[in-house]
């Protein structure tokens, strides 16, 4: 679930620093508002890679800055 949270509030965070909304990062990302708030809502386990690249295009960053935050880097593994 903390994973899901990080994805979710770095959205946010990236959003509010490009200025836009939830619905035109859904435009410019060709991704459908509702898979979109569902990975903001963390109702979605897992977004698949492919998702988050195609967020990633609609906020103008590439994934390797997308993840570059200080909670992904201090996330651990425990396994399931």
Same mark, same amino acid.
């Given at each position: 679930? *903390?994973?899901?949270? #990080?994805? !979710? /509030?770095? #959205? *946010?965070? &990236?959003? +509010? +620093?490009?200025? #836009? !909304?939830?619905? /035109? &990062? !859904?435009?410019?990302?060709?991704? =459908?508002?509702?898979?979109l708030?569902?990975?903001?809502?963390?109702?979605?386990?897992? =977004?698949? %890679? $492919?998702?988050? %690249? *195609?967020?990633?295009?609609? &906020?103008?960053?590439t %994934? +390797?800055? @997308? @993840?570059n !935050? *200080? /909670? $992904? #880097?201090?996330?651990?593994?425990? =396994? /399931?």
């Open positions: 679930m *903390k994973e899901q949270m #990080i994805v !979710s /509030e770095r #959205i *946010k965070y &990236l959003c +509010q +620093q490009e200025g #836009i !909304s939830y619905y /035109e &990062l !859904s435009y410019k990302a060709a991704v =459908p508002i509702t898979t708030m569902h990975i903001i809502n963390c109702s979605t386990k897992n =977004p698949g %890679i $492919f998702t988050i %690249i *195609k967020v990633c295009n609609g &906020l103008n960053v %994934i +390797q800055e @997308f @993840f !935050s *200080k /909670e $992904f #880097i201090d996330i651990e593994y425990e =396994p /399931e």
